[in-house]
């Protein structure tokens, strides 16, 4: 199993908010907020076609502990695990991602960025705000 930072490069993940998640039974949007050291704000994400997802109350701190790598507040690209084992024929990404007090395990094809904004909001009245825009 190795693990390495993604190709996508989204904003850097602050350590104060945990983020708040939505799955529609296909994919999943994933909102954060962003670091103030990259200007402050949440991003919200969409992880397309996914096959797998857990949020893990697994602190910064308790990531050691984790079976699978994880960086602290950061995305981290897993390859070679048994996540993705099954169903290889799709050619799946397995992301983990960390937060202050959460850590997110995500399968999917796909993910993008599909709003960012700079108000001082918590993830999920953004993520409410964007999902019903």
């Known amino acids: 199993m190795e693990s390495k930072i993604p190709k996508e490069a989204f904003p850097m993940i602050g350590t104060v908010e945990n983020p708040a998640l939505f799955f529609d039974g296909e994919n999943l949007f994933l909102s954060y907020e962003i670091a103030p050291a990259a200007g402050g704000g949440i991003a919200i994400l969409i992880f397309y076609d ?62 993008q960025k599909v709003h960012e904004i700079r108000d001082v909001v ?12």
Not at 59 to 79: A, C, K, L, Q
Not at 80 to 107: H, M, Q, Y
């Open 50 to 111: 996914v096959i797998y997802f857990e949020k893990n109350p697994i602190n910064v701190d308790g990531i050691m502990t984790s079976r699978y790598p994880v960086s602290p507040w950061n995305f981290t690209e897993v390859t070679g695990s048994d996540r993705t084992a099954k169903w290889r024929a799709l050619k799946p990404r397995f992301w983990t991602i960390s937060f202050n007090d959460r850590t997110v395990e995500v399968v999917f094809s796909k993910v």
């Open 122 to 133: 918590s993830p999920s009245s953004a993520l409410k705000g964007f999902l019903s825009s």
